[in-house]
């Protein structure tokens, strides 16, 4: 029996094949209610100035400045209150000479004033009945004003798209009436388990077989990535099943993940079921550990990734090489995992003849970003990436780090990206 | 007119009076299919041993490793080749003397055999149309075997409870057969906006008013924070059924956020709300900048933040006070706002008589954390929080700050949170 010979491309080639795809992002809107955790799809354009008129930013009250230019310590100078306005009223009144309004923070300066006096600096009282107040120093024009457009101009572009909504931007939205937000459209991503050895979550373990948790931890990395998961369940054992599967299911999603079945082992369907496809394999082997045996196939503009039975392949794989399209499908100009340099805390022996991802722990001690592995690093430890909130970059070639020196990691939850770490 | 004098109390007091409140978290079980994202609620512990039986890691042939000992270049040994088995099968074979099964990743080590044979260093072939294989290198008891309970062994706690599900641990969760999760209930918490001033999202602007941006942005917290959010709508103008619907909403939630409302101002009711109520004002003014005015009250074991309507002072009281008491029903050992330092890259030369949050943008250059104003510094401007990802904290007593200054910064979008930064 002949091992096929598979040739192995570098990770940065291999990255570059499948953004070569042309899949885009899709606009859908979105109730502003339902836009946090989203990405937009435009630029978020300011609809008016901000503020669309003058208002006080304090509690006081509202003068017409020149009417305080007299006024000292010595010489106090008295205004007649001729109304009283909170937020969202507006005062009906003309101010007149030495006149005043007594103004709440966030109300429209009154015609005919262009300052504000704050409470702690007036004294008020009332004569004969009716309201009065003092100062015992002048005011310029504008002092305590925040003028019209002065945070932001109608027409401007406040957010870029590809921005995911966070709290504030939401409120921007709020700001500028945006009832239905444009975002990016979730892309539906399929998924399928491949493997004899695969038990339901449900099932009682039995000797030889385990629990399928490559699916639920796909699943939560394209949820974290920004897709909606479709899961089509197990394929079968056998050849002609499998295939219809996966030919239905392209019907349904834009990219299709596997897990398991792309190795060379004996049981091994899915580069049988890409060829028959007539799929475009635009690799089937990768310069990387682990991960090394990652297919990757296109098929009119799909993309079916073939990743590894083995958790912490499949993991990483999906990470380099499916996440980025999905970013690109939310309009992200930095699809790919952000890239940061760490300070590595405790020693790293293993040589690396190929790239080697370790998961890892970044972490932040006094201002300097630092990581350790997040546990033993065997390719088939499911619990190394409970911890783990980074992937170190040991490039191939190296013989082993240790503490203190400097590495490179990729950070997993995080929103920012990278435009092109390789 | 009096101006009603508060005292202001330090931000740590603040906080610790809200802790005080035994509020604490709540268990609900979901389907392990939505627990992503979810909070565990109690230890996840593993259930089995894993691996649960003896495998290889590899593909390959399953030998005894005595049979080996005297295989060298010039001595190749040879096995006859008795069973052929992928993952999840278990061979019904019993392995003799120089017998050895073809075994792929995954699959149980059969009866008698200790040792795995990788295909790169066999040569297989046929003699008498039976497989066969040799090699010309001996291999010790357990090469390319992952034992029994090698990466977890039974009872073991493999990750704490407060933990945010990550695909990491959703892979654990199915390995161990979590059909349904242990996750923190998502706290519920009340919303309403005060203010005349407040349109709808939907409304047009008209003089004097602006859309109610802080119900959304403070929603979106919510949800960042992990609560659920039920919004009550804008209070009315009048202070009975203003009344009237705070006591009614705290039936249903058990934290009641108000917005606006609480400053001196003379159209603010929720003070005299609030004794009517009978709740307790554990604080009405903070030594901080925005937020001074933040009031937070308890009523039963209920608490009542009246955060400020100017959207800064908002943003930052939510996430000072409210943010950690929800954490902390999620679970959470660290619930207030991850501290780190920073370096920042700009001056700032005001100067702060009160301690003062900046909202900022932190970021990593060459493995240290840098912090920059994301905006201009005015408490009224919300166009600065979009850009905001921590707040720079600048202690009271401070004239202002250079460029290459270590500040502290806290980061809000941050999942590791901290335990005390008080």
């Known amino acids: 029996m002949l091992l096929e010979r598979r040739k192995?491309?570098?990770?940065?080639e291999a990255v570059k094949r499948i953004m070569e795809n042309p899949l885009q992002g899709?606009?859908?809107?979105?109730s502003i209610n339902e836009s946090y955790g989203r990405y937009l799809s435009e630029d978020l354009i300011a609809t008016s100035d901000v503020p669309h008129f003058n208002r006080a930013p304090y509690d006081g009250f509202a003068v017409k400045s020149s009417d305080t230019s007299d006024a000292s310590p010595t010489n106090p100078v008295e205004f007649e209150v001729i109304d009283h306005i909170g937020a969202g009223m507006v005062s009906a009144k003309v101010v007149g000479h030495k006149q005043a309004v007594r103004i709440m923070t966030g109300a429209m300066m009154p015609v005919g004033t262009d300052a504000v006096v704050m409470f702690e600096v007036a004294k008020d009282y009332e004569k004969n009945g009716l309201p009065y107040m003092s100062i015992k120093r002048s005011f310029k024009k504008g002092d305590n004003v925040s003028f019209i457009g002065e945070d932001a101009k109608e027409g401007q572009i406040l957010v870029k798209k590809g921005s995911l909504i966070n709290p504030?931007?939401?409120?921007m939205l709020a700001t500028f009436g945006y009832q239905h937000v444009p975002v990016a459209k979730r892309p539906r991503v399929g998924l399928f388990a491949t493997g004899t050895e695969l038990l339901e979550v449900k099932e009682e373990?039995?000797?030889?077989k385990i629990r399928n948790s490559n699916s639920l931890m796909i699943a939560a990395q394209i949820e974290r990535a920004g897709g909606i998961v479709h899961y089509f369940g197990?394929?079968?054992?056998?050849?002609?099943?499998c295939y219809e599967a996966v030919k239905n299911a392209l019907n349904e999603v834009d990219l299709l993940i596997t897990t398991g079945g792309v190795s060379?082992?004996?049981?091994d369907y899915l580069p049988a079921i890409y060829e028959k496809l007539g799929a475009e394999v635009l690799f089937n082997k990768v310069s990387m550990r682990p991960g090394s045996v990652t297919t990757v196939a296109q098929y009119n503009e799909k993309i079916l990734f073939g990743l590894s039975g083995n958790p912490s392949a499949c993991y990483v794989g999906f990470e380099l090489f499916a996440r980025p399209i999905i970013r690109r499908q939310l309009f992200s100009k930095k699809p790919h995992l952000r890239k940061e340099k760490a300070q590595l805390v405790v020693d790293f022996p293993k040589a690396n003849p190929f790239t080697r991802f370790v998961r890892s722990e970044t972490f932040i001690a006094d201002g300097r970003l630092k990581v350790t592995p997040s546990g033993l690093d065997k390719s088939n430890i499911i619990m190394s990436l409970a911890g783990a909130n980074s992937l170190m970059i040991l490039p191939g070639g190296t013989r082993g780090f240790t503490a203190g020196c400097e590495v490179e990691v990729l950070l997993l939850e995080d929103q920012v990206g990278c435009e092109w770490p390789w």
């Open 8 to 12: 192995p491309i570098p990770i940065g």
């Open 26 to 30: 899709v606009t859908e809107y979105v």
């Open 168 to 171: 504030g931007i939401q409120a």
């Open 205 to 208: 373990l039995v000797p030889g």
């Open 234 to 241: 197990k394929l079968a054992d056998e050849f002609d099943p």
């Open 264 to 267: 060379v082992g004996d049981f």
